[in-house]
């Protein structure tokens, strides 16, 4: 009976933020169809877990060709000690030396993963690409922020 109060509990999860972000779900999905159209490209970002979501899209069978995962070393889970991680998410100036490294252009999409949405690096890229006309795909959770 608990597996059943669990997917009772992640179907919950799942419709509630499916009926709050459905507009902007069907918007980031039509920045990244135009994007593809356009032959620009679509990167994905994330530090620590969120950047699971980047290795998650990447290089899938039958997956996108377009997507482009930013990975800094030391935002990735091997990194030891693995606490290093949240100081370097947290460090100024980090995110426009990877958003110019990885040379990000105007017309491409950038999805940023953060379930805080708060720390420096992250909010960092997506002002970086706000200046740069590279459109914007926040994935957080504004009820844990």
């Known amino acids: 009976m608990n597996g059943k109060l ?3 509990g992640v179907i919950d999860c799942i419709s509630r933020a499916w009926a709050k972000g459905a507009e902007a779900i069907d918007h980031a999905a039509d920045l990244i169809c135009e994007a593809t159209e356009k032959k ?5 970002f994330g530090c620590s877990h969120a ?11 039958g997956g996108m ?7 800094f070393p030391g935002f990735m889970l091997n990194t030891r000690p693995v606490t290093m991680t949240s100081m370097l998410e947290r ?8 958003f110019d490294e990885n040379k990000l252009k105007k017309g491409d999409v950038l999805i940023i993963h953060s379930v805080s949405g708060r720390n420096t690096v992250p909010v960092e890229m997506a002002e970086e690409a706000a200046k740069n006309g590279v459109k914007t795909i926040a994935i957080t959770n504004l009820e844990y922020s």
């Open 65 to 71: 060709v377009t997507i482009n995962p930013i990975f």
């Open 51 to 61: 950047g699971i979501l980047a290795e998650e899209i990447f290089y899938r069978s």
């Open 6 to 8: 669990y997917i009772d």
């Open 40 to 44: 620009n490209n679509v990167y994905a």
């Open 91 to 98: 460090l100024p100036g980090l995110a426009k030396i990877i």
